[in-house]
C-alpha cells in the first residue's frame, strides 16, 4: 500500500504560514478582536428592557404577531434565567462571523454565478467546507489566532460562508433568461444587468443563503467555546464538564430560542421580499 502522508504536509504547510505570515495574524486578530468586543459592548451598553423592545419591534415589522409573542417571552425567558450578558455575548459573535461571511460569500457566488469555469474551482471547495468536521477547523484557527473570540470567529466564517456563495449564485442563474435578454437588448451594462436586474429578481434566494449562514455560525459558535470563545456555549461546556445539568439545560434552552429568534426573523425578510417580487 502507497502511505500518503497528507497530515504531515499539512502540519508543515500550517507551520510555514505561522512562520511567515505571524504579524498579518496579529493585525488580523487584533482588529477581530476590537470588533466583536466593540459589537459586545453596544449590546450590552443598553438596559436588556431596551434591547428586548428593539427586537420585538423588530420581529413585528418583518414577521408578524405570532414571531412578536416568541421573541419577547423567549428574551424574557433568557433575561430570568441570568444568561443575558453571555447571550449578548453570543449575539455579538454570530452576526460579526455572519456578516464577514457574506462579505466574502456574496460577492464569491456573483463571480461563479457569471462564470462556469470560476463554479467548477469553487464547488468543490464549498463541499470541502461543509462537509469538512466542523471541529477539524478549530486546530488551525488555534494556531494561527491562540485561543479566544478570534479563533471561533474565524472557524465560524469558513464554516458558514458556502450557503451564502451557492445561494447567490443559485439566485443569479435563475434570473429568467428572457429578462437578461430585454435588458441587454435596452443596452445595460454588465454592472447595470448586475445591480438594478438580476440582484433585485435574486434577492428572496440571497436571504435564504442570509439566513442560513446565520444558523450555521450559531451551531459553530456554541462549538467554538471549546477553545474559549464565550458565550452560552461556555455554558453548555460547563454543564457537560462539571455535571451542572440545570444550567446546561438552561443554556441549551438560550441557545434554541436565539436560533429561533434569529431563523425566523431574517426567515421573514426573504419571504417578504419574494412576496414583492
Known amino acids: 500500500m502507497i502511505n500518503l502522508p497528507i497530515g504531515t504536509v499539512f502540519e508543515a504547510f500550517i507551520n510555514w504560514l505561522r ?17 466583536i468586543t466593540g459589537f459586545e459592548d453596544v449590546l450590552l451598553f443598553f438596559p436588556a428592557i431596551v434591547v428586548i423592545a428593539l427586537f420585538v419591534l423588530l420581529a413585528w415589522r418583518v414577521a408578524g404577531r405570532g414571531v412578536t409573542v416568541f421573541t419577547l417571552v423567549g428574551l424574557t425567558l433568557i433575561y430570568s434565567m441570568d444568561l443575558w450578558t453571555q447571550t449578548m455575548q453570543t449575539l455579538a459573535l454570530v452576526l460579526t462571523s455572519a456578516l464577514i461571511a457574506l462579505v466574502i460569500g456574496i460577492p ?35 494556531l494561527f489566532f491562540k485561543l ?108 434554541v430560542v436565539l436560533a429561533m429568534i434569529l431563523d425566523r426573523i431574517s426567515q421573514s425578510f426573504a419571504n417578504n421580499k419574494r412576496k414583492k417580487t
Open 19 to 35: 512562520l511567515n505570515f505571524d504579524g498579518l495574524f496579529t493585525v488580523v486578530r487584533t482588529g477581530l478582536l476590537s470588533f
Open 108 to 142: 464569491v457566488g456573483i463571480w461563479t454565478s457569471r462564470s462556469d469555469k470560476a463554479d467548477r474551482i469553487v464547488r468543490p471547495i464549498l463541499d470541502f467546507m461543509q462537509t469538512m468536521p466542523a471541529f477539524v477547523y478549530l486546530i488551525p484557527a488555534i
Open 148 to 255: 479566544g473570540k478570534v479563533p471561533g470567529a474565524v472557524s465560524t466564517v469558513i464554516f458558514a460562508m458556502p450557503p451564502a456563495v451557492r445561494l447567490t449564485s443559485l439566485g443569479i442563474r435563475q434570473v429568467p433568461a428572457d429578462v437578461v435578454e430585454a435588458a441587454k437588448s435596452f443596452g445595460s451594462t454588465p454592472g447595470q444587468l448586475l445591480f438594478k436586474v438580476q440582484l433585485p429578481i435574486a434577492i428572496p434566494t440571497i436571504l435564504a443563503g442570509v439566513n442560513q449562514t446565520i444558523m450555521l455560525s450559531l451551531s459553530m459558535v456554541v462549538i467554538s467555546a471549546m477553545i474559549g470563545a464565550g458565550g452560552l456555549g461556555e455554558e453548555v461546556l460547563k454543564g457537560i464538564t462539571q455535571l451542572k445539568i440545570g444550567r446546561g439545560f438552561e443554556s441549551g434552552v438560550a441557545v
